[in-house]
């Protein structure tokens, strides 16, 4: 393992803490939300305690300051995901935010006069997501479908949790106007052949937005090197705070697109018969924006690229074959999704039998794991079809991350089976 795992422990003060009846905090959710570093959280409080101030609008030094760290964070970012140019990112205030406003503007783009007529989206075109998607990548297309005339088509998913790419070029047609695709899904854990899909749609004149949340904070993601059109993600996944997301797209493409959301700060010049916007990614942030915000997220970056994204990577894939190894030996686990390491990661779903044969219920598994300190998460994961795909109405997740260790995942194979016990008895 390349990286002092302990040491990095230490830099987290929830870590620390004890839950129910003082036992030691076991946690195994960051795949929801991860937690935070004292690095992030300083920088949070000095922003406030010293730098508090409206971005961009004012010439005073506060002001100066705080547009100093939200227009360096924006600049953090390009960097750590390849971007061209910090012009092509966009900050919102999550990811389902970023999707929805590509949605929303292809929806719009007949208002963007002739140059976005690539965008347009009607009747007898096609949308294309997957069956694995989280419900923040298929419910912005579905409304996009109902409000245009759209058809929203899908990749279906195998019975080893991987994206049935059989049929891609018959999905993938001359109609397709955009594909939407988790770069890696929440529920199974696959890392999907981002480039791969964005070939294929570049063939035929179609888009590509990936969902990242998952992928980021996990391994190293350039997006000109995936291919891709549009690209998303959420700080408060990646040791960031909540309240702000990323958008990454194309600069050419951003210059097109109509705005998500009028008010301040996006516009050129307003007059009462009619507006100019400004250039991205000012056009996509209207009004006062999550300046503390990114100052975290700035923060949380610089932390992961100290401790190394491939270091992290690394550890990552040793801790998740480690977890898959322990989780398939105990009788009664059904791993949904891949089962080996390889091209997969740290969100692992399963159901669990009891000593009768009978599954238990994921809430009730939830509860007796933080009955002893694990948390876990329990239900769809916003990933309702997927579940029902592989017949099962929930799942518990354990999601893993770099300040996670063996003995974690051999407390959640000890809590499993003290759940089955618990059940045998009752």
Not at 66 to 86: D, H, L, M, P
Not at 183 to 209: C, F, K
Not at 326 to 352: H, K, M
Not at 377 to 389: E, T
Request: charged fraction near 20%; proline fraction near 5%; aromatic fraction near 6%.
């Amino acid at each position: 393992m390349s990286i002092d795992v302990e040491r990095i422990r230490a830099d987290f003060p929830i870590l620390t803490r004890t839950v129910r009846d003082g036992r030691p905090l076991v946690y195994l959710d960051s795949a929801n939300t991860s937690q935070k570093p004292r690095q992030v959280i300083d920088a949070i409080e000095d922003y406030y305690a010293r730098h508090n101030a409206n971005i961009h609008r004012a010439t005073h030094q506060l002001g100066e300051e705080a547009t100093e760290a939200y227009e360096g964070a924006r600049i953090k970012v390009a960097n750590f995901i390849g971007a061209g140019s910090e012009s092509e990112v966009v900050f919102t205030k999550n990811i389902s935010e970023g999707i929805n406003l590509v949605a929303y503007a292809m929806g719009n783009a007949a208002t963007a006069g002739p140059e976005a007529e690539r965008f347009r989206v009607g009747p007898g075109d096609e949308i294309v997501i997957t069956e694995m998607e989280h419900h923040s990548n298929i419910v912005p297309w579905q409304l996009l479908a109902q409000r245009t005339g759209a058809t929203l088509r899908w990749f279906r998913v195998t019975d080893d949790g991987r994206l049935d790419l059989s049929d891609i070029d018959e999905l993938i047609n001359e109609r397709t106007k955009i594909v939407a695709v988790a770069h890696q899904s929440n529920v199974l854990g696959t890392i999907n052949p981002i480039r791969l899909i964005a070939d294929r749609a570049h063939a035929v004149g179609a888009l590509v937005l990936a969902d990242g949340a998952q992928a980021v904070p996990h391994m190293r993601v350039n997006v000109q090197e995936l291919g891709v059109d549009f690209y998303g993600f959420t700080a408060h996944k990646l040791c960031g705070p909540t309240g702000i997301g990323v958008l990454w797209g194309r600069l050419e493409l951003l210059e097109t697109l109509p705005p998500f959301l009028g008010g301040g700060e996006m516009i050129e010049t307003v007059a009462m018969e009619g507006s100019t916007f400004a250039p991205p990614p000012h056009k996509f942030e209207a009004g006062t924006m999550p300046i503390a915000e990114a100052a975290g997220l700035g923060a949380a970056i610089d932390y992961l690229t100290a401790v190394g994204i491939d270091d992290i990577a690394d550890q990552q894939h040793e801790l998740l074959a480690y977890a898959l190894k322990s989780l398939t030996a105990v009788e009664g686990v059904r791993i949904l999704g891949p089962t080996e390491a390889e091209d997969r990661g740290t969100a692992i779903s399963f159901t669990l039998e009891g000593p009768d044969g009978r599954e238990i219920h994921p809430h009730d598994v939830s509860q007796v794991l933080d009955a002893h300190g694990i948390a876990v998460r329990a239900g769809h994961h916003c990933a309702r079809p997927l579940h029902r795909r592989f017949g099962v109405t929930a799942s518990t997740r354990a999601s893993l991350y770099f300040y996670n260790t063996p003995a974690d995942v051999d407390a959640l194979v000890e809590g499993l089976r003290e759940t089955q016990k618990f059940f045998g008895s009752a």
